[in-house]
């Protein structure tokens, strides 16, 4: 239905369910519009925006596909690799650019990529790309792009900023759905759903033992953190289960490795997070996991896309903890699933084995003889001369481990020469601890005894021959002389000379000839005319004589009459 609206010079709002084509219909039209290649012709005349690294992969794959014999020059530009083999190809000419946001304006800023020539413009899954907070960017690359252009917008879901966007930089668009209004939010029919209430610690075994199931193909495991993603492939790898893990935190050569390896069929578990829920198209893909429950309805119904793809069937299986209760009934409510309280259930429970056709006795490890895929390390990683590029959790645990053994190893070094040190220092300390000089008489015995046992041992240890028996005292006396002398010289080399003491020098006492010395005198300062003053027996002797010479006197004044 788009694909002659787009032919015509249309502006396109694209809306259908993942799965149902959506990249022919404008790639068609793109590549009709852009016609062969020119040799004079260098500047790219059709651009399209991609959320993710592998969508742009696919993209690209299914324009040369398209193309055929039009010889057309795509071009696929994503951040994670060299820059060199992108500026030599724009340097080239390009017809077509295919790429994500943020390096088409590195690209753009360098003036490597000059998009004054398209003539038509495409926004794939760009739902994703504002939930990816990519629209400030896109509005800086449409404000690069002319305006009298074609401009056609794909999403399988339409919020409400899709559809300002739409009105923003489209002119009369026509609105395009594959699907009625009442089936627009459905699931695929096409795809069998099963939801579990699980435990936590029980979903990995659930997994292990549904990955065994009758009629699996391949299976894609969603998870919602890179954490979980690392975990739960260490473990199935462990369990036996040829997996790969596809997230974030790794380089862009072991995505694509990961990826290639999935579709090639050496893995059959591709252990991702969302990175991988938008607009992957990976044949045989039979199971599709949710592993962590998604966080709305949209992510649920882009993720269970996955299988069911082009008319096929599949199967999607959901676990779900006893505290993503009211999440989950958000997501049936807006689906209409009709299944608002899943069953409990555990990695033995009979009704989850009958229903994803799991034989019984079946075990969370996978037997040898079925280990039959060549792995993950069958499929050689492309050297992509990346940027900035991040390493997964296994190396970063791998290098900790080494730093570790390094410090302890460093350690080890710091304490075996601190040994060393100390047994140098020994004899030092046994010289300060004696008195006189000498070494004492505990250390002299010790080493005497331990020098006499060691000598009697090897003399035990000797075998003397039956011819030489009857001389045996006159050949060993003299040895045992000898050993005697050595042992009195050992004796003599362990008395140690005085030795300075190295012990800092203590202040001397101060000590007075007499504790009554007089330490300080104060100095004179009475001068001839001064009078010393009398002391206390004077003036109360002097009271006293003037007393009784006033009694004598009698000259004592009378008291006074009123």
Known sequence: MALPLALSGQDVIGQARTGTGKTYAFGVAMLQSVGKPRKNRKKPRGLVLVPTRELALQVTEDLVLAAGKLGSRILTVYGGRAYEPQVEALKSGVDVIVGTPGRMLDLIKQKHLDLSQITMMVLDEADRMLDLGFLPDIERIIKLVPEQRQTMLFSATMPGEIVALSRRYLTRP???????????NDAPSQVTQYVYRTHRMDKIEILARLLQAEGRGLTMVFCETKRACDMVHEQLRDRGFAAAAVHGDLGQGQREQALRAFRNGKIDVLVATDVAARGIDIDD????????????????????????????TGVAVTFMEWTEMTRWKVINNALGLGNPEPAESYSSSPHLLEELRIPPGTKGVLPRANRSRAGLDAEEIEDLGETGRTRSRRDKDRDRDRDRDRDRDRDRDRDRDREKDERRERPARNRRRTRGGHASDEVAETVTETVTETVAEVVDVVEVPEAVAPFEGDILDPIHDEIHDEIHEVEEEVEVTPMETTRPAEPEK??????????????DLATEDDLPAPSAATERKAQRGNGRQSGSGGNRPRPRRN
């Not at 101060?510 to 100095?523: G, L, Q």
């Open 174 to 184: 026509i609105h395009v759905r594959a699907e009625t209004t009442e089936a627009e």
């Open 285 to 312: 893909v039979t199971h599709v996991v949710n592993y962590d429950l998604p966080q709305d309805e949209k992510t649920y119904v882009h993720r269970i896309g996955r299988t069911g793809r082009a008319g096929r």
């Open 510 to 523: 101060i000590i007075p000839a007499s504790p009554f010395a007089i330490v300080f005198r104060s100095p």
